[in-house]
């Protein structure tokens, strides 16, 4: 197993684990630019990109190269390797969607030139250039919309709620909620992102599969099942909803359970419950 990372939003720490295993070999290389393994290669899942509202303005650059140029180079890799190739790409092709929920033939309400769209068409390019290569080439492309996702080795400054909420709800800071909170987000633990992801490239179709969590809830709600789960005495305050932040989030997943016979088996409290032990050891704090 070959992993490749530029580390710019990663950490040698995720892979520690694995460092002493013969089989695996880490390469911190920047899939924007192009990419030889030696050998031969079964299956290149392209999982490469920022995705953190709060990387959106840092490294918007980067974020549109490796959705376009990163994902041709690793198309490329799969072309000439006779692999499978998996893209992971993301809930946000269907921007602030005004159908609900999100079935994958849904076209999106994206915004391409607002402070999302290097991620949003980044990926949406993504998705383009994965086709194209499967018409065009015959490579044995998968696509996965991932929908909101959290768990294990998030950074703490992440950014996105489910840090935030942890990071706020331990230290004792107010927790932040945006807008009146009644947006929804609908949160899959990362055990079942994995299965999901294992699904999509064992499955037979090439076309898009949603990947997410049928559990929605407002961010108000969830502000408060955080403060509730830590046992925190932090205040919950408002502050302004960012742009073109959506207001509803959660997948039609009626593909993935048919087709492939996949859905999340992991409620948001047991998720909730395994998070807060994990931002605990990752904050080294204590309730």
């Given at each position: 197993?070959?992993?490749?990372?530029?580390?710019?939003?990663?950490?040698?720490?995720?892979?520690?684990?694995?460092?002493?295993?013969?089989?695996?070999?880490?390469?911190?290389?920047?899939?924007?630019?192009?990419?030889?393994?030696?050998?031969?290669?079964?299956?290149?899942?392209?999982?490469?990109?920022?995705?953190?509202?709060?990387?959106f303005p840092s490294m918007p650059i980067q974020i549109v190269k490796v959705g376009t140029l990163g994902t041709y180079h690793m198309l490329g890799?799969?072309?000439?390797?006779?692999?499978?190739?998996?893209l992971a790409s993301t809930s946000e092709v269907y921007g602030d969607p005004l159908v609900h929920p999100q079935p994958e033939s849904y076209w999106?309400?994206?915004?391409?030139?607002?402070?999302?769209?290097?991620?949003?068409?980044?990926?949406?390019?993504?998705?383009?250039?994965?086709?194209?290569?499967?018409?065009?080439h015959g490579v044995d492309t998968r696509i996965m919309r991932i929908f909101n996702t959290y768990g294990s080795r998030m950074r703490t400054d992440?950014?996105?709620?489910?840090?935030?909420?942890?990071?706020?709800?331990?230290?004792?800071?107010?927790?932040?909620?945006?807008?009146?909170?009644?947006?929804?987000?609908?949160?899959?633990?990362?055990?079942?992102?994995?299965?999901?992801?294992?699904?999509?490239?064992?499955?037979?179709?090439?076309?898009?599969?949603?990947?997410?969590?049928?559990?929605?809830?407002?961010?108000?709600?969830?502000?408060?099942?955080?403060?509730?789960?830590?046992?925190?005495?932090?205040?919950?305050?408002?502050?302004?909803?960012?742009?073109?932040?959506?207001?509803?989030?959660?997948?039609?997943?009626?593909?993935?359970?048919?087709?492939?016979?996949?859905?999340?088996?992991?409620?948001?409290?047991?998720?909730?419950?395994?998070?807060?032990?994990?931002?605990?050891?990752?904050?080294?704090?204590?309730?």
């Open positions: 197993m070959v992993a490749v990372d530029n580390l710019v939003t990663g950490s040698r720490a995720n892979v520690a684990h694995l460092v002493d295993n013969a089989a695996f070999t880490l390469l911190e290389r920047d899939v924007s630019q192009p990419l030889q393994i030696d050998g031969p290669v079964d299956f290149v899942l392209h999982f490469a990109s920022p995705a953190s509202p709060i990387d890799l799969a072309l000439a390797k006779g692999a499978a190739f998996l999106g309400n994206v915004n391409p030139i607002g402070p999302r769209g290097c991620y949003d068409e980044a990926k949406r390019c993504a998705e383009a250039f994965t086709m194209a290569y499967n018409r065009a992440d950014g996105r709620v489910i840090p935030n909420y942890f990071r706020q709800a331990l230290t004792g800071e107010p927790m932040t909620v945006y807008g009146d909170g009644s947006q929804t987000r609908s949160l899959c633990h990362v055990d079942d992102l994995v299965t999901g992801a294992l699904a999509v490239l064992d499955g037979p179709d090439p076309m898009p599969f949603n990947i997410g969590s049928q559990e929605e809830v407002t961010m108000l709600e969830l502000a408060t099942i955080v403060k509730r789960v830590t046992g925190s005495s932090s205040e919950i305050v408002f502050g302004p909803l960012p742009e073109d932040d959506p207001k509803q989030r959660r997948p039609d997943t009626t593909r993935a359970r048919e087709i492939l016979g996949w859905e999340p088996t992991i409620s948001m409290e047991e998720g909730l419950a395994r998070a807060c032990d994990y931002f605990e050891s990752a904050l080294s704090v204590k309730r």
